[in-house]
């Protein structure tokens, strides 16, 4: 893993890695007996959730995630405050009610804390779905909101021990976002349209926040014909 020194003005080191490296170092941090949150960000389509499912996978029981997207606010909700069309912004979630969750991760009690998660093919949160043990060393949290100072989620940032940016061209993540969409049945015009519109307005947003992270990581992770590489 190669680390470019930062350029003047404070902003994050940047790497490019492998997904085993991104492990390697993930592990540093789930040393038994601690309790710390890795936070991973980045805009829609960069990989987030690939990278979360690659360390879970390598760090078994000492990792736990705890996905940003399970405090989205329910569609009915978002109707009811006239957001319908704006699903994923910043303003569409339940910041306040993520902060306190992970303010009671970071002082585990002695039983298992419940965390929500977001079901992409229902597109609704789903309640108390991920049990977090007492003993879990590494809490890993991913969004696209991690770093962002507006709507009340510069409070987040506070709970997190470390955050990565992982960092992809626009494009890239255009057509993966496109392909995810289209998996779930969405028409290719409905797919293209949401992802132009929609994913592409937070991305910019998201992408106002990277001077934020601890790292800023370019993932090397092929890309095949057909796979989903998701977050």
């Given at each position: 893993?190669?680390?470019?020194?930062?350029?003047?003005?404070?902003?994050?080191?940047?790497?490019?890695?492998?997904?085993?490296?991104?492990?390697?170092?993930?592990?540093?941090?789930?040393?038994?007996?601690?309790?710390?949150?890795?936070?991973?960000?980045?805009?829609?389509?960069?990989?987030?959730?690939?990278?979360?499912?690659?360390?879970?996978?390598?760090?078994?029981?000492?990792?736990?995630?705890?996905?940003?997207?399970?405090?989205?606010?329910?569609?009915?909700?978002?109707?009811?405050?006239?957001?319908?069309?704006?699903?994923?912004?910043?303003?569409?979630?339940?910041?306040?009610?993520?902060?306190?969750?992970?303010?009671?991760?970071?002082?585990?009690?002695?039983?298992?804390?419940?965390?929500?998660?977001?079901?992409?093919?229902?597109?609704?949160?789903?309640?108390?779905?991920?049990?977090?043990?007492?003993?879990?060393?590494?809490?890993?949290?991913?969004?696209?909101?991690?770093?962002?100072?507006?709507?009340?989620?510069?409070?987040?940032?506070?709970?997190?021990?470390?955050?990565?940016?992982?960092?992809?061209?626009?494009?890239?993540?255009?057509?993966?976002?496109?392909?995810?969409?289209?998996?779930?049945?969405?028409?290719?015009?409905?797919?293209?349209?949401?992802?132009?519109?929609?994913?592409?307005?937070n991305g910019r947003t998201v992408e106002?926040?990277?001077?934020?992270?601890?790292?800023?990581?370019?993932?090397?992770?092929?890309?095949?014909?057909?796979?989903?590489?998701?977050?």
């Open positions: 893993m190669h680390e470019q020194a930062p350029p003047s003005g404070g902003s994050p080191p940047v790497v490019r890695a492998t997904l085993q490296q991104l492990v390697d170092r993930a592990a540093v941090l789930a040393r038994p007996g601690t309790r710390r949150i890795l936070g991973i960000t980045g805009a829609p389509g960069a990989g987030k959730s690939t990278l979360c499912a690659a360390l879970l996978g390598a760090l078994g029981a000492r990792a736990a995630l705890v996905g940003m997207d399970g405090f989205h606010y329910a569609d009915v909700e978002l109707r009811r405050l006239g957001r319908g069309d704006r699903k994923g912004a910043p303003d569409t979630f339940d910041v306040d009610g993520y902060v306190a969750l992970l303010r009671r991760l970071r002082t585990p009690p002695a039983v298992p804390v419940y965390a929500p998660v977001f079901d992409r093919a229902l597109e609704e949160p789903i309640g108390s779905a991920v049990p977090v043990a007492p003993d879990t060393p590494l809490v890993l949290t991913e969004g696209n909101y991690l770093l962002l100072a507006e709507h009340g989620w510069s409070a987040v940032r506070t709970c997190l021990d470390e955050v990565w940016y992982i960092d992809v061209p626009p494009d890239v993540r255009e057509r993966r976002l496109v392909r995810r969409r289209r998996s779930y049945g969405h028409e290719p015009q409905a797919a293209e349209d949401w992802v132009r519109s929609v994913d592409g307005r106002t926040s990277r001077s934020r992270a601890d790292l800023v990581v370019h993932l090397d992770v092929p890309e095949t014909p057909g796979a989903d590489v998701a977050g």
